[in-house]
């Protein structure tokens, strides 16, 4: 699932799980956040998950490309669990507008691929984030990633876009949903923000995320711990840039992702073919 000291750390924590305190450009750190990396730390170990070096060292720029149709359609939906991809709509990438309808769904489940965490108060090209948004979902959270894809296109900076949509959810122009609902996030790859430094990584986290909006790991008895990683593998609380963008995160189980891996090796191999930062050596052979 957008990322030295804490000081930068406000700007590269795309999952933040801390119970509270506010993550924007001008605020200090917050004593909750001190738990941020060794516990997404610990959540990355207990599931294997693995970083290419070769990546590591590359410079990225903040140019963002489109990518080719079909492949970013791919992308988009294997979000979703596959009985549920035929009926879903699709939105695609033009980095000179913003996301455009490609296909129209009849379920109300919406899926993209992220290409700006906006939280981040960073510009980069090399973010990838397919999820999908239930129909709750798609008219609050899903319209703000596609704003902030709009605001980006049309030359909007990277701090200035991060106040513009803290200020939105202050002054109720960007809602949270009313009802409960899911954001799906089971693609077999993502590449954000991730430990071991909390910089950009690809990495294989299929979860689901339903949502959570101002609730703490505290109001549901959650304890992700370094000490016990078996604690990881329960539901926890991942707060997202600001209060109102929380989500109860749950992760796959080892042996579905497994599958997962296993039933997208097809698209694994055609997204380390179209950019190598998208390329995991664990899942590539």
């Given at each position: 699932m957008k990322n030295s000291t804490f000081e930068t750390a406000r700007r590269v924590s795309h999952c933040d799980i801390a119970?509270?305190?506010?993550?924007?450009?001008?605020?200090?750190?917050?004593?909750?956040?001190?738990?941020?990396?060794?516990?997404?730390?610990?959540?990355?170990?207990?599931?294997?998950?693995?970083?290419?070096?070769?990546?590591?060292?590359?410079?990225?720029g903040t140019e963002l490309d489109r990518m080719p149709a079909d492949l970013e359609t791919r992308f988009a939906l294997s979000a979703l669990p596959k009985a549920l991809r035929d009926d879903a709509t699709v939105h695609l990438l033009d980095p000179e507008k913003g996301y455009e309808l490609s296909r129209e769904g009849t379920s109300g489940i919406t899926c993209i691929v992220q290409r700006t965490a906006w939280e981040l108060a960073d510009y980069r090209n090399d973010i990838f984030i397919p999820l999908c948004y239930d129909a709750a979902g798609t008219g609050t959270f899903l319209k703000v990633i596609m704003e902030v894809a709009r605001l980006r296109a049309e030359g909007l900076g990277p701090e200035e876009l991060y106040a513009e949509i803290e200020s939105g959810f202050q002054d109720r122009r960007?809602?949270?949903?009313?009802?409960?609902?899911?954001?799906?996030?089971?693609?077999?790859?993502?590449?954000?923000?991730?430990?071991?430094?909390?910089?950009?990584?690809?990495v294989s986290m299929p979860h689901y995320m339903p949502y959570a909006p101002f609730v703490t790991n505290e109001d549901i008895g959650a304890a992700p711990?370094?000490?016990?990683?078996?604690?990881?593998?329960?539901?926890?609380?991942?707060?997202?840039g600001i209060d109102e963008q929380s989500y109860l995160i749950h992760l796959v189980g080892q042996k579905e992702r497994d599958q997962i891996l296993a039933d997208e090796q097809e698209l694994l191999m055609d997204l380390c073919a179209y950019r190598d930062v998208l390329c995991d050596p664990q899942t590539i052979d």
């Open positions: 119970a509270g305190g506010r993550a924007g450009p001008d605020n200090g750190a917050h004593e909750s956040k001190i738990t941020l990396s060794p516990t997404l730390l610990s959540l990355f170990l207990a599931f294997g998950l693995a970083f290419s070096s070769a990546v590591l060292a590359q410079d990225v960007y809602q949270v949903p009313k009802k409960a609902g899911m954001s799906y996030m089971i693609a077999p790859l993502h590449r954000t923000v991730a430990p071991p430094d909390m910089e950009v990584h690809t711990s370094l000490e016990d990683p078996s604690s990881l593998y329960h539901p926890f609380i991942d707060r997202q």
